[in-house]
């Protein structure tokens, strides 16, 4: 697919300088020109709402800043205009950090609302300095030349443009198929997942937030010497809105979505205007009415917008392997046979006046599979959360390694070599089986969004490709490496989870409820996994229901009831108990 798409953006490159020479109309170079900056601004919002699932509307404030500051400064300092492109990059960044940092730890409608007020406050701000000419604006602003060469508002002015726009939507599409764009596209999908592969998931959401508002400021620079004037009208709300009813419809998902909403919005808006009024006999903003019932119909009919009409029928081809030969990643120390491995020491879990985990302790060795059993209610999930970091214990400790971890972040935890799968598989169905694995190497590479972007990093992507696929194949899913992963069954799913959790090069790998929803013959070749792991040296810590399992294939049991570890020993030993077999696996007649 990233071939095809790649091969679509070669195809409108060469027919950039073809359109310049065509005897179009002026009107149509103009419209063309306006395409090209819209869309660079949507281009943000694809990879910010879109992919990243971040609604903004603050992104026309950022075409703002762009704008006003090259308007001012080439008015008022005689600094050339591709200076001020450097100028206005920097500031927007700046803003653009410094607003995420604040908006990017709220969750739900809040961020939406923390933008709009954000756009709002910001045209309010340009609206009333008299520096910047207040709702007037500035005027007169130089249009853009090299050397002698005025490149006007025409067709050189629409060879820059689409020149710029076709570059950034290169880099975009080299951005989301690398290591910093898996990390990315698992933003939408939560931060639970994410986080336990070792990935900051705020540090993206702010990268991706600083790099929309950076195309939008490029847009805006374009925007103030192609008009040669600014004014607050062009960076309220009002576009704010636009800009994103733009991506909805043009497809906010692909990057392609974006050129295609830029484009319909424009020629619609500029047609409608001339046409609506005719039809009803009097003047006044009609094309909004339209625009608004078409919204709707996208969102019911189309919800991935109309690229999404041109990508279904696109022929889905499987990545080329070329990381047979790549170099193997480098992998941590591993603890001798019996070795210490996790310590857990009196953990207790308070949610105020509920204690949820009452001081369990237990230990795993290195080599071992410890099963942590119990009703539902036990304590279970909130012992395995309080071990991976999700959550923070009232008091207690947990050691891994010779390291106290309590208290640590889950991706911190992950990078020091503690694995998880979850009770309800986490995955990206729009990835494929190989790419979301390849998501629990994360930590094991290194490189970020620019070299993602410029395509320097094809080096590293073959070796997180191999180590994926030596996962994959390590667990009898070497078949499955280019399906979609939404396509699986539940129990293929499982094991591409477990998969992808030994992608991070665990010491120990922590399984919840692996066996839920698998019939009996998956849940023997997860046995038969297991098995093979424990055989390999691996640690195991399994949190599970199906007793037969547990009992086939754990050394050792933690059994919890009401949150207080009931026993605890080898299972023969543990099956025998009358304590548990009152208040688990069931008592004798």
């Given at each position: 697919m990233l071939k095809l798409q790649n091969m679509g953006l070669l195809v409108l490159a060469a027919a950039i300088p073809l359109i310049a020479v065509l005897p179009l109309p002026d009107f149509w170079i103009t419209q063309l020109n306006y395409i090209g900056m819209y869309s660079m601004t949507v281009l943000g919002l694809v990879l910010l709402t879109g992919v990243g699932g971040l609604t903004s509307f603050g992104q026309a404030a950022f075409v703002g800043i762009g704008a006003y500051t090259t308007a001012w400064l080439t008015l008022n300092t005689g600094l050339s205009p591709w200076l001020t492109l450097f100028v206005g990059i920097g500031l927007t960044a700046a803003s653009a950090l410094v607003v995420g940092l604040i908006t990017l730890r709220m969750s739900g409608h809040y961020l939406p609302l923390a933008t709009i007020a954000w756009g709002l406050s910001l045209y309010y701000l340009m609206g009333n300095l008299d520096a910047l000419g207040k709702y007037d604006g500035l005027l007169g602003i130089q249009s853009l030349s090299i050397g002698d060469f005025d490149l006007g508002q025409g067709r050189p002015f629409f060879v820059l443009t689409w020149v710029l726009l076709l570059a950034f939507a290169a880099g975009m599409l080299h951005l989301l198929d690398s290591r910093a764009g898996r990390a990315i596209r698992a933003l939408k999908g939560g931060s639970q997942m994410a986080e336990a592969m070792g990935i900051s998931t705020l540090r993206y959401k702010v990268t991706i937030f600083v790099l929309a508002a950076v195309l939008a400021s490029v847009a805006g620079w374009l925007l103030a010497h192609f008009q040669r004037?600014?004014?607050?009208?062009?960076?309220?709300?009002?576009?704010?809105?636009?800009?994103?009813?733009?991506?909805?419809?043009?497809?906010?998902?692909?990057?392609?979505?974006?050129?295609?909403?830029?484009?319909?919005?424009?020629?619609?808006?500029?047609?409608?205007?001339?046409?609506?009024?005719k039809l009803i006999g009097t003047s006044g903003s009609y094309e909004v009415i339209v625009f608004g019932i078409t919204l709707v119909m996208v969102l019911k009919y189309l919800p991935e917008g109309l690229w999404s009409l041109?990508?279904?029928?696109?022929?889905?081809?499987?990545?080329?392997?070329?990381?047979?030969?790549?170099?193997?990643?480098?992998?941590?120390?591993?603890?001798?046979?019996?070795?210490?491995?996790?310590?857990?020491?009196?953990?207790?879990?308070?949610?105020?006046?509920?204690?949820?985990?009452?001081?369990?302790?237990?230990?795993?060795?290195?080599?071992?599979?410890?099963?942590?059993?119990?009703?539902?209610?036990?304590?279970?999930?909130?012992?395995?959360?309080?071990?991976?970091?999700?959550?923070?214990?009232?008091?207690?400790g947990v050691v891994f390694q010779g390291e106290a971890i309590?208290?640590?972040?889950?991706?911190?935890?992950?990078?020091?070599?503690?694995?998880?799968?979850?009770?309800?598989?986490?995955?990206?169905?729009?990835?494929?089986?190989?790419?979301?694995?390849?998501?629990?190497?994360?930590?094991?590479?290194?490189?970020?969004?620019?070299?993602?972007?410029?395509?320097?990093?094809?080096?590293?992507?073959?070796?997180?490709?191999?180590?994926?696929?030596?996962?994959?194949?390590?667990?009898?899913?070497?078949?499955?490496?280019?399906?979609?992963?939404?396509?699986?069954?539940?129990?293929?799913?499982?094991?591409?989870?477990?998969?992808?959790a030994l992608c991070v090069d665990p010491v120990l790998l922590l399984l919840d409820e692996p066996a839920a929803g698998l019939r009996h013959q998956e849940k023997q070749a997860l046995a038969d996994v297991l098995r093979q792991l424990k055989n390999e040296g691996m640690s195991i810590l399994l949190v599970e229901h199906d007793m037969d399992l547990v009992m086939q294939i754990c050394d050792h049991l933690v059994v919890m009831e009401f949150g207080t570890l009931l026993t605890q020993g080898p299972p023969a030993q543990v099956q025998q108990d009358p304590k548990v077999r009152a208040a688990y696996l069931g008592t004798e007649h």
């Open positions: 004037t600014v004014n607050p009208s062009a960076f309220g709300l009002k576009m704010g809105i636009e800009y994103l009813f733009m991506a909805v419809v043009g497809g906010v998902g692909h990057v392609w979505g974006a050129i295609v909403g830029a484009g319909l919005i424009r020629v619609l808006e500029d047609q409608l205007q001339v046409l609506l009024p041109v990508g279904r029928h696109m022929p889905k081809r499987p990545r080329p392997v070329d990381w047979i030969h790549a170099a193997a990643l480098p992998e941590r120390p591993k603890p001798a046979t019996n070795d210490l491995v996790l310590d857990v020491q009196a953990i207790r879990k308070e949610f105020g006046g509920l204690v949820a985990v009452n001081d369990i302790g237990f230990q795993i060795r290195a080599g071992q599979i410890v099963g942590l059993i119990g009703p539902n209610g036990a304590g279970k999930s909130t012992t395995f959360n309080l071990i991976t970091g999700v959550l923070a214990a009232t008091s207690g309590a208290g640590k972040a889950s991706r911190e935890i992950a990078r020091l070599g503690l694995a998880r799968t979850f009770q309800h598989v986490k995955m990206i169905p729009e990835m494929t089986v190989l790419e979301n694995v390849a998501l629990g190497a994360h930590t094991r590479g290194h490189k970020g969004v620019l070299p993602a972007m410029l395509r320097a990093n094809r080096q590293e992507e073959q070796r997180l490709f191999r180590e994926a696929q030596r996962q994959l194949e390590r667990i009898g899913m070497g078949e499955y490496l280019h399906e979609l992963a939404g396509n699986l069954a539940m129990g293929p799913q499982r094991l591409m989870e477990i998969a992808r």
